[in-house]
């Protein structure tokens, strides 16, 4: 399955750059699970929804959520990536 999320330029950049290979989302159905794609598009601007037609693709290696570490709030989870062709 392929997940399509928006993400701020800030974040967009680090993860271009290989500093970012993690993400915290809502984990809302569809859930996310190992294996899946995300795709992140980059807005162009905080608040607005307008995108700079930037995107990158990761595979989701793996999905800690909430209820396994008391770290992350309820109905959160943390995504382990992989940048997709690596």
Not at 11 to 38: C, V, W
Not at 39 to 50: H, Q
Not at 53 to 64: A, D, H, P, S
């Amino acid at each position: 399955m392929t997940h399509i999320k928006d993400i701020y330029p800030q974040f967009f950049e680090a993860m271009k750059a290989g500093k970012k290979n993690f993400e915290i989302r809502h984990q809302k159905s569809p859930y996310y699970r190992a294996g899946d794609t995300l795709m992140l598009r980059e807005r162009a601007e905080i608040g607005l929804g307008v995108y700079t037609g930037k995107q990158l693709q990761y595979e989701i290696t793996y999905v800690l959520e909430s209820d396994q570490f008391k770290g992350i709030s309820p109905g959160y989870c943390a995504l382990g990536l992989k940048k997709k062709g690596e």
